[in-house]
C-alpha cells in the first residue's frame, strides 16, 4: 500500500510530529513495538482544542478532536519510521482519555474518532484493541489525549 497515496485518497493533512515538551520522548522502539506518546487534540490551525465533553463540547466536537489526535499518531509514526508508513505491521492498541463531566457516558463514541481514522488508513493493519477513559482533566485542558503501539515489521 501506498500510504502518501492513501493521504491524498483521504484529503487529510497530517500536522507536523511535535516534539515533546515534557520529560519523555515522542515515540519509542523497542524490538519490533513502536510506541507513541499521548497525542492532544490540536485543530488544523495548531490551536488546542480545550473542553469538557458533556458541558462545552458535544459527542462530535469529541469525536473530531478525536480524529485530530490520531492525524498527530500517523504523524508520529511517519517520523518514528523515517517516513516510511510501510514499515507499519499493525496497530495493536490506542488507549483515549478524555475530559469529561462525571455523568457524560459517550467517551466510546469519541475515540471512535480516533480508531475510525486509524483503521480506513492503515486498513487491516489498522484494526487495533482499546481503551477509552473518562478524566476529569487533560493537559492544558485540552479535550481528549490518545496514545497508541504499533508492531513493526
Given at each position: ?88 505491521k499493525s496497530c495493536i ?15 466510546p463514541k469519541v475515540i ?42
Amino acid at each position: 500500500m501506498n500510504f502518501e497515496d492513501k493521504i491524498n485518497e483521504l484529503k487529510i493533512k497530517l500536522p507536523e510530529a511535535a516534539d515533546p515538551v515534557g520529560s519523555y520522548v515522542a515515540t519509542k522502539i523497542s524490538d519490533k513495538m513502536l510506541f507513541i506518546s499521548g497525542q492532544i487534540s490540536i485543530n488544523e490551525k495548531g490551536e488546542l482544542i480545550k473542553g469538557k465533553l458533556g458541558k462545552d463540547l458535544d459527542t462530535e466536537a469529541g469525536y473530531n478532536a478525536a480524529r485530530r489526535c490520531a492525524l498527530s499518531i500517523i504523524a508520529q509514526v511517519k517520523k518514528a519510521c523515517n517516513d516510511d508508513l510501510s514499515k507499519v505491521k499493525s496497530c495493536i492498541k490506542l488507549t483515549g482519555f478524555v475530559n469529561s463531566t462525571d455523568d457524560y457516558i459517550e467517551q466510546p463514541k469519541v475515540i471512535n474518532g480516533a480508531s475510525d481514522l486509524i483503521a480506513t488508513f492503515f486498513g487491516n493493519s489498522g484494526t487495533h484493541t482499546r481503551a477509552a477513559i473518562s478524566t476529569n482533566s487533560l493537559p492544558l485542558g485540552v479535550a481528549v489525549e490518545v496514545d497508541a503501539i504499533f508492531e513493526l515489521i
